[in-house]
């Protein structure tokens, strides 16, 4: 069975499970701790996602993302695919930091839906909420410095119907009638981020949206 080393909130790990899940491949996940990262000691990259394929370990989402396809899912990839799975690296993805840890306070609040219970003891939990709140709004302040992100509510928005209007562009899904390669790389970046507000935001925002969301989840959403 596959491993999936990963944090609940990676919106990186969690376009790898919306896949996984669409397939319907099992796996299993393991929770890292985000301080020290003891479970990646079997390997010198120390960011998630991992994956455990038998004895292969595979790192980086894109890399592990090929190769469950060309194994497992064996969805079409074309020129106008791997232009939108880029476009979901490199711009969609960087609205989520700035939104969820925009200061300590929200970030703190966040940290409380983000760590599930049962993942760390009590103590750990504490610590790693508190340090979390006090770390991830500086690493959302440099990633809007670095991509020049000014207003990112309004630049978030913008992004979903740039989605809405030409990736779907009047489709179900970006695959017609049903979901492909696509589909599962957008709405598992942006399921990271449900219960904290984003998801809500997207959905009230445009309900085009809201609607090829809601018609992914129970496919891509697994039970991870």
């Known amino acids: 069975m596959l491993t999936l080393y990963q944090f609940s909130s990676c919106p990186f790990c969690w376009k790898v499970k919306a896949l996984l899940n669409y397939i319907k491949e099992p796996y299993k996940t393991v929770e ?17 996602p ?15 993302i090929e190769h469950i396809n060309n194994r497992y899912a064996h969805l079409l990839i074309n020129e106008d695919a791997k232009k939108w799975t880029a476009w979901v690296d490199n711009t969609l993805v960087h609205y989520l930091p700035p939104l969820i840890h925009p200061n300590f306070r929200t970030s703190f609040r966040n940290f409380a839906h983000i760590l599930q219970e049962g ?14 709140a006090f770390v991830m709004p500086r690493v959302a302040t440099k990633m809007k410095l670095k991509h020049h992100i000014e207003d990112v509510e309004k630049e978030f928005l913008s992004a979903i119907d740039h989605w809405i209007n030409n990736g779907l562009a009047g489709k179900t899904f970006f695959g017609n009638d049903k979901p492909d390669f696509v589909d599962c790389s957008v709405f598992g ?10 998801i809500e935001l997207a959905k009230s925002h445009n309900a085009d949206f809201a609607k090829w969301y809601n018609a992914c989840y129970p496919m891509m959403n697994g039970g991870n």
Do not use: C, N, Y
Request: aromatic share 8%; hydrophobic share 45%.
């Open 32 to 48: 890292v701790t985000p301080f020290g990262m003891p479970e990646l000691d079997f390997t010198e990259h120390k960011k998630v």
């Open 50 to 64: 991992v994956l455990k394929d038998s004895d292969q370990v595979i790192t980086e989402s894109a890399i592990i």
């Open 119 to 132: 993942q760390f003891s009590w103590f750990k939990r504490k610590v790693v909420r508190l340090m979390g």
């Open 189 to 198: 970046v942006l399921r990271s981020s449900d219960e904290l507000g984003v």
